[in-house]
């Protein structure tokens, strides 16, 4: 079983519609939390990266939040555009490991 | 300044040959690796190096070998290639390592390896 696991595996919205996308992970220890934005063809790219301590860090019109009592975070994307489409990545940090969740597939429509 | 290189970007084998995924950087980062993603899996760690002349084994090593001769290069080599080993092979590059909170990986723009 993963231990990074993210909800659901693909979502189709609306342009200008916003989104929220989850990740649950089970690693321990746990030292940081960050989220990949992957485009069809490309390597991924960071947008944030968040500490145990942290419980939110924005970057733009994305918004990520961390609990780290219940082991969750999420990825909120405001006011999609059609660039947003892309598969979003949630990586966890176990000790000097990460461990790369399976990714959500977003698809942003006109 | 090309960031993170990697050639080629698309490769057919046949099982038995050998080949080798080539990673350059110009960043002048100290830690390289290669990670493999395949459809709904994560990605895996297959070797990395903190340092020219230093590598070491991640989560997906075996059928894979490589050296770090250089800060710049980082090729992967498959000696004897195997249809499990299809997938698309990422280098990544950070200034730091790859767990440290302040440090960032830096991907490749990816290589699709079919293994037929």
């Known amino acids: 079983k993963n231990q990074v696991e993210q909800s659901p595996q693909s979502l189709i919205i609306l342009e200008g519609k916003n989104c929220t996308l989850q990740c649950n992970y089970t690693v321990s220890p746990f030292s940081n939390l960050r989220w990949y934005k992957q485009d069809t063809g490309r390597g991924p790219v960071s947008l944030t990266i968040?500490?145990?301590?942290?419980n939110t860090k924005s970057n733009g019109r994305y918004t990520a939040t961390l609990d780290a009592d219940t082991k969750q975070s999420s990825l909120h994307i405001t006011a999609s555009q059609l660039s947003d489409s892309a598969s979003y990545i949630c990586?966890?940090?176990?000790?000097?490991?990460?461990?790369f969740g399976a990714g959500t597939r977003l698809t942003v429509k006109p | 300044n090309a960031g993170v290189t990697q050639t080629p970007k698309f490769q057919v084998l046949k099982t038995g040959q050998s080949m080798t995924l080539q990673c350059a950087q110009d960043?002048?980062?100290?830690?390289m690796s290669w990670y493999r993603q395949d459809p709904g899996m994560g990605l895996r760690l297959i070797h990395y190096?903190?340092?020219?002349?230093?590598?070491d084994q991640g989560e997906v090593p075996n059928g894979y070998n490589v050296s770090r001769s250089t800060t710049e290069d980082f090729p992967l080599r498959l000696l004897s290639a195997a249809p499990s080993q299809t997938s698309v092979y990422f280098c990544a590059t950070s200034s730091v390592g790859r767990a440290s909170t302040t440090g960032e990986l830096f991907f490749g723009e990816g290589s699709r390896l079919t293994v037929l």
């Open positions: 960043m002048n980062h100290e830690y």
């Open positions: 968040m500490t145990f301590s942290e």
């Open positions: 990586v966890v940090n176990e000790g000097n490991d990460m461990r």
């Open positions: 190096s903190v340092g020219a002349g230093i590598t």
